[in-house]
């Protein structure tokens, strides 16, 4: 059996791969826990050493590395640059704070010497998405690999090169053999590589319907799970918002990788008193994006990365263009080669409407309107979804108060929603759970372990 990786700017297939076949995947596992028991034993400060020299090896490759992100899921060539450097920035900051993070607390109690320890938990199945190849698996690799894991990749199928890609970039960094591999592996394999023994955590990033299933299969083998899942993240604008800045953001924070982020915001909760003025600005910002070939420096809109994916995203414009709200742009795909999407708003969408209930995941933005900062809140925690959040208002204080309220792994005052190596993301409710990042991200993987020593006598 074989998987292929696509062009979505062109439609066309440019490599195959074949799966890997039961032999190999088991060898890659014993492999994998051998190399992972050498890595623990290995001082915290030569773990460091090489998360630094894969950072070099990173911005060594960078050309290389964001022109075969862009050709496998269609990012405009900028941000697939910008998101190679992101790795980088992540290596070295564990590299910079994992002896922080991960050194031995001493905690005063009734032993002569008593602290808590921070162990690797050995060999973690880490399955990843397609819509940020490299940067969705540095951002586990980084503080797993400073704490003395070792990782089996599963990664999106659609991205076959850029797996391989990183896999090299490891070796080369010299990490050692074994400690970071790719399998080639269906989606129905999956879940013997979570039973297996020699598994022994596992991160998902991905949609909430597999989050379940990878959570149910975890579970059941009790073993540590962290899932970063779906997400309609709610963009609140109330009346005394910045309305130019907020709509400029706005844009970013919808169109950025097409809108094909778990972070991107995608219900724009608009106070109805501004909410006029804040559409104009919106769509003048809109109307500046360009669409096309995201090799080309001044594109901002690339293709989505695959065609069942725009077919879906279709679908639910569609569906809520009848259901009663106001196609202001876009809405129709692309009739030429590739899996394009114009830049879609609707407007007037109502909280019971499909672009308002579900997971846009694309160049959609939905704008709903409501009375006031308390009816904005109440919509914002309506869904079952609880990423990200970014709230918009010139009194900070009352944007703080109101922040506290709202249901989410993560709120933004005045700014778009972004991942930050400095600190802890993840979800809650049905986006998931567990934290990547920060300090939290450095122990998801440790055995959290008392150390209590008695008097001598």
């Known amino acids: 059996m074989t998987y292929a990786s696509v062009n979505p700017a062109t439609g066309e297939t440019f490599a195959e791969f074949e799966l890997h076949d039961a032999e190999f995947v088991d060898a890659a596992l014993t492999a994998a826990v051998s190399a992972q028991r050498a890595w623990a034993r290995t001082p915290l400060e030569e773990r460091c050493a ?76 880490a399955i990843m998405p397609w819509n940020y190849p490299l940067w969705q698996v540095m951002r586990f690799a980084a503080p797993a690999l400073a704490a003395g894991n070792g990782f089996i990749l599963k990664h999106a199928n659609n991205v076959p090169q850029c797996a391989e890609q990183l896999e090299q970039l490891m070796r080369a960094a010299g990490i050692p053999h074994g400690l970071c591999t790719v399998l080639r592996v269906d989606s129905t394999q ?85 909410a006029d003025r804040f559409v104009e600005r919106f769509l003048e910002h809109v109307r500046a994006l360009k669409v096309g070939d995201p090799l080309q420096r001044e594109v901002t809109i690339g293709p989505m990365a695959r065609d069942d994916l725009r077919s879906a995203l279709h679908r639910q414009v569609q569906q809520t263009v009848a259901q009663g709200a106001q196609l202001l742009g876009g809405g129709a795909p692309g009739t030429g080669p590739g899996f394009f999407y114009p ?10 409407m499909t672009a308002a209930c579900e997971e846009t995941f694309g160049p959609a933005a939905a704008i709903l309107r409501v009375r006031g900062a308390e009816e904005a809140v109440q919509l914002a925690n309506s869904l079952d979804y609880g990423l990200g959040a970014a709230l918009w208002s010139a009194d900070v204080a009352r944007a703080t108060a109101l922040a506290r309220r709202i249901e989410a792994g993560a709120v933004f005052i005045n700014a778009l929603v972004a991942s930050d190596p400095r600190l802890p993301f993840g979800g809650i409710k049905q986006s998931g759970y567990g934290r990547e990042l920060g300090a939290c991200g450095a122990r998801e993987f440790t055995n959290v372990k008392t150390l209590w020593i008695g008097p001598t006598r």
């Open 50 to 125: 090489r998360l630094r020299r894969v950072a070099a090896e990173l911005r060594q490759r960078k050309s290389r590395l964001a022109r075969l992100v862009t050709l496998e899921m269609g990012k405009p060539i900028l941000e697939s640059e910008a998101e190679v450097d992101k790795c980088a920035w992540n290596c070295e900051f564990y590299a910079d704070h994992a002896a922080q993070f991960l050194g031995d607390e001493i905690v005063a109690s009734a032993a002569a010497d008593s602290r808590v320890l921070y162990e690797p938990l050995g060999v973690v199945l």
């Open 190 to 274: 999956v879940q013997s590589l979570i039973e297996d023994r020699r598994i022994a955590a596992v991160t998902l990033t991905g949609s909430t319907a597999v989050g379940r299933q990878v959570a149910a299969e975890a579970g059941a083998a009790l073993k540590k799970q962290v899932l970063e899942l779906g997400g309609s993240d709610p963009f609140i604008v109330l009346e005394d918002a910045p309305l130019e800045l907020a709509a400029q953001t706005a844009v970013k924070a919808r169109f950025t990788n097409g809108g094909q982020s778990c972070i991107n915001a995608k219900r724009f909760i608009v106070v109805e008193s501004i």
């Open 343 to 352: 830049p879609t708003v609707l407007d007037h969408v109502a909280p019971a």
